[in-house]
T-cell receptor
Framework: QKEVEQNSGPLSVPEGAIASLNCTYS??????FFWYRQYSGKSPELIMF????GDKEDGRFTAQLNKASQYVSLLIRDSQPSDSATYLC??????????FGAGTILRVKS | GEEVAQTPKHLVRGEGQKAKLYCAPI?????VFWYQQVLKNEFKFLIS????????ETGMPKERFSAKCLPNSPCSLEIQATKLEDSAVYFC????????????FGQGTRLTVV
């Protein structure tokens, strides 16, 4: 079992729709959870981080964390073509080591 | 600086040659991480530093890879006797503290071994 799992996609949504990206992790000792966006040929860009159970909203983005289910998700409202990218879920445990999932490719069609 | 600076952007080495990559973390950040991304696939953790001390090196292929973070110098990642499978983008990231604080990435160095 991989430590951090994501559906590789691609996930296709129409412009203006809600995109829902999901991630599960294996270690119950995980402390912090991050969503990065990576455009092709570019470096990962931090979008959201969440530490506590529940929802955290920032603009069009909402991160959701359920530690009991070992599940973290990212919702993107009013999706735009510019949101088309690979979304990486990253989980922190054992101090400061970030472990990444393989990423989900999101395609927003205009 | 306000961003993680990696040099060079591109590096081409013949098989068996040495490659050295550099990373200047964001000013004030205590932690530096190196990751390897092969062909847009998963990020493989290599090593992390707390200031100049190795924090976690569980991902390093120690026989050919080495890394340092010395005071007042950019951090470095060195690959001795490169192999074709070392071709990848090497990302450096820094974060201000321990315990899950967010990490910010540099633009990466694309290493091509021919």
């Amino acid at each position: 079992q991989k430590e951090v799992e994501q559906n590789s996609g691609p996930l296709s949504v129409p412009e203006g729709a809600i995109a829902s990206l999901n991630c599960t992790y294996s270690d119950r000792g995980s402390q912090s959870f991050f969503w990065y966006r990576q455009y092709s040929g570019k470096s990962p860009e931090l979008i959201m981080f969440i530490y506590s159970n529940g929802d955290k909203e920032d603009g069009r983005f909402t991160a959701q964390l359920n530690k009991a289910s070992q599940y973290v998700s990212l919702l993107i409202r009013d999706s735009q073509p510019s949101d088309s990218a690979t979304y990486l879920c990253a989980v922190n445990w054992y101090g400061n080591k970030l472990v990444f999932g393989a990423g989900t490719i999101l395609r927003v069609k205009s | 600086g306000e961003e993680v600076a990696q040099t060079p952007k591109h590096l081409v080495r013949g098989e068996g040659q040495k490659a050295k990559l550099y990373c200047a973390p964001i000013k004030g950040h205590s932690y530096v991480f190196w990751y390897q991304q092969v062909l847009k696939n998963e990020f493989k953790f290599l090593i992390s530093f707390q200031n100049e001390n190795v924090f976690d090196e569980t991902g390093m292929p120690k026989e050919r890879f080495s890394a340092k973070c010395l005071p007042n110098s950019p951090c470095s990642l060195e690959i001795q006797a490169t192999k074709l499978e070392d071709s990848a983008v090497y990302f450096c990231a820094s974060s201000p503290g321990q315990g899950g604080t967010e990490a910010f990435f540099g633009q990466g160095t694309r290493l091509t071994v021919v």
